[in-house]
Nanobody, 123 residues
């Protein structure tokens, strides 16, 4: 069993940066690939980034590639999403999720979800 709690969301101006954290409980955190998803108002939830269990493989959605960086600290049971050059269209609730395999993130593949943290980017 893995419980996930996101933090670090907030209000930021366009061009600014935020770092999201996702703290996991449970001894098996390091055996999961970890994903970030987001859901903008009135839209479907979408994949943002994924990192494998050891942290040496990463994959990003085209919309965030070059601006966002996913990382993890298995000793601290935490995964991060560093978001730079934020745009108003990045406004969304951001969720972390645990996947037993490293693969492009589809919601149905996720074993565990956090409750999300809201990121608002003003223009």
């Amino acid at each position: 069993q893995v419980q996930l709690v996101e933090s670090g969301g907030g209000l930021v101006q366009a061009g600014g940066s935020l770092r999201l954290s996702c703290a996991a409980s449970g001894r098996t955190f390091s055996s999961y690939a970890m994903d970030w998803f987001r859901q903008a108002p009135g839209k479907e939830r979408e994949f943002v980034a994924v990192i494998n269990y050891s942290g040496d493989l990463k994959y990003y959605a085209n919309s965030v590639k070059g601006r966002f960086t996913i990382s993890r600290d298995n000793a601290e049971n935490t995964v991060y999403l560093q978001m730079n050059s934020l745009k108003p269209e990045d406004t969304a609730v951001y969720y972390c999720a645990a996947d037993p395999q490293y693969r492009v993130g589809y919601e149905t593949n996720m074993s565990y979800w956090g409750k999300g943290t809201l990121v608002t980017v003003s223009s």
